[in-house]
């Protein structure tokens, strides 16, 4: 299993971008998707991640209202629409998913098993 991130870039405060993750090597239906991000000098947090039966989705507090994940199985895609954009946001950005994950494990890195190689996110005030 392969995850190929793209999307990132230099954007304004303010602004939009919109992170696309595809998955090669095996379908991803049925299973849990996620982004987490990884500031400078800084731990790799949750961002946003949904169960593999849509019924569950998690945002980071410092995203909520702003971002939005989704997916598209027939691509084996996974998207992160990011608005209203803030220096703060600024980060390397990882795509994840899993078979495994259970609904209170959602947020929790451990608990997938493939990760992206991260696209960089650059907001400038």
């Known amino acids: 299993v392969q995850l190929q991130a793209s999307g990132g870039g230099l954007v304004q405060a303010g602004g939009s971008l919109r992170l696309s993750c595809v998955q090669s090597g095996r379908s991803f239906n049925n299973w849990s998707v996620a982004w987490f991000r990884q500031a400078p000098g800084m731990d790799r947090t949750t961002v946003a991640a949904?169960?593999?039966?849509?019924?569950?989705?998690y945002y980071a507090d410092s995203v909520k209202g702003r971002f939005t994940i989704s997916r598209d199985n027939a691509r084996n895609t996974v998207y992160l629409e990011m608005s209203s954009l803030r220096p703060e946001d600024t980060a390397v950005y990882y795509c994840?998913?899993?078979?495994?994950?259970?609904?209170?494990?959602?947020?929790?890195?451990?608990?997938?098993?493939?990760w992206g190689q991260g696209t960089l996110v650059t907001v400038s005030s």
């Open positions: 949904m169960h593999r039966n849509g019924g569950r989705i």
């Open positions: 994840t998913t899993g078979p495994s994950v259970i609904s209170s494990n959602l947020a929790s890195q451990t608990a997938y098993a493939y």
